[in-house]
Protein backbone atom coordinates (compact mmCIF):
# COMPACT_ATOMS: atom_id res chain seq x y z
CA UNK A 1 0.00 0.00 0.00
CA UNK A 2 2.68 2.08 0.91
CA UNK A 3 4.26 2.25 -2.52
CA UNK A 4 1.25 3.22 -3.91
CA UNK A 5 1.51 6.30 -1.42
CA UNK A 6 4.87 6.81 -2.15
CA UNK A 7 4.36 6.77 -6.23
CA UNK A 8 1.41 8.82 -5.88
CA UNK A 9 3.64 11.58 -3.76
CA UNK A 10 6.12 11.10 -6.70
CA UNK A 11 3.83 12.27 -9.05
CA UNK A 12 2.72 15.20 -7.34
CA UNK A 13 6.15 16.49 -6.89
CA UNK A 14 6.82 15.98 -10.81
CA UNK A 15 3.55 17.45 -11.31
CA UNK A 16 4.02 20.01 -9.10
CA UNK A 17 7.09 21.22 -10.22
CA UNK A 18 5.70 21.34 -14.17
CA UNK A 19 3.41 23.54 -12.80
CA UNK A 20 5.49 25.77 -10.92
CA UNK A 21 7.96 25.92 -13.77
CA UNK A 22 4.91 26.95 -16.28
CA UNK A 23 3.56 29.63 -13.52
CA UNK A 24 7.12 31.11 -13.14
CA UNK A 25 7.40 31.01 -17.48
CA UNK A 26 4.30 32.42 -18.17
CA UNK A 27 4.32 35.17 -14.97
CA UNK A 28 1.34 33.39 -13.40
CA UNK A 29 2.14 33.63 -10.25
CA UNK A 30 -1.35 31.97 -8.71
CA UNK A 31 -0.12 28.92 -10.70
CA UNK A 32 3.20 28.79 -9.86
CA UNK A 33 2.10 28.95 -6.24
CA UNK A 34 -0.41 26.13 -6.78
CA UNK A 35 2.70 24.21 -8.45
CA UNK A 36 4.50 24.97 -5.01
CA UNK A 37 1.91 23.90 -2.96
CA UNK A 38 1.45 20.79 -4.90
CA UNK A 39 5.02 19.71 -4.85
CA UNK A 40 5.23 20.30 -0.65
CA UNK A 41 1.83 18.16 -0.54
CA UNK A 42 3.80 15.33 -2.51
CA UNK A 43 6.77 15.55 -0.60
CA UNK A 44 4.68 15.27 2.50
CA UNK A 45 3.00 12.02 1.00
CA UNK A 46 6.22 10.41 0.56
CA UNK A 47 7.39 11.25 3.99
CA UNK A 48 3.99 10.19 5.34
CA UNK A 49 4.26 6.79 2.88
CA UNK A 50 8.12 6.17 4.83
CA UNK A 51 6.94 6.61 8.25
CA UNK A 52 3.96 4.30 8.14
CA UNK A 53 6.85 1.59 6.53
CA UNK A 54 9.01 2.43 9.57
CA UNK A 55 6.06 1.75 12.00
CA UNK A 56 5.01 -1.51 10.52
CA UNK A 57 8.45 -2.81 10.69
CA UNK A 58 8.73 -1.90 14.09
CA UNK A 59 4.93 -3.80 14.96
CA UNK A 60 5.94 -6.73 12.98
CA UNK A 61 9.50 -6.63 15.02
CA UNK A 62 7.57 -6.43 18.26
CA UNK A 63 5.29 -9.29 17.32
CA UNK A 64 7.98 -11.75 16.15
CA UNK A 65 9.85 -10.86 20.09
CA UNK A 66 6.53 -11.59 21.26
CA UNK A 67 6.05 -14.86 19.41
CA UNK A 68 9.81 -16.11 20.28
CA UNK A 69 9.41 -15.56 23.90
CA UNK A 70 5.95 -17.26 23.99
CA UNK A 71 7.57 -19.92 22.25
CA UNK A 72 9.79 -20.06 24.63
CA UNK A 73 7.82 -20.45 27.75
CA UNK A 74 5.72 -22.86 25.74
CA UNK A 75 8.87 -25.46 25.61
Do not use: C, P, S
Not at 3 to 25: F, N, P, R, S, Y
Not at 45 to 58: P, W
Request: hydrophobic share 30%; glycine share 10%; aromatic share 2%.
Amino acid sequence: MTDTEKLDGMKDQVTGKVQETAGKVTGDHENEAKGKAKGFMGEAKEKLADAKDKVAEKANDVMDDIKEKMDKDDK
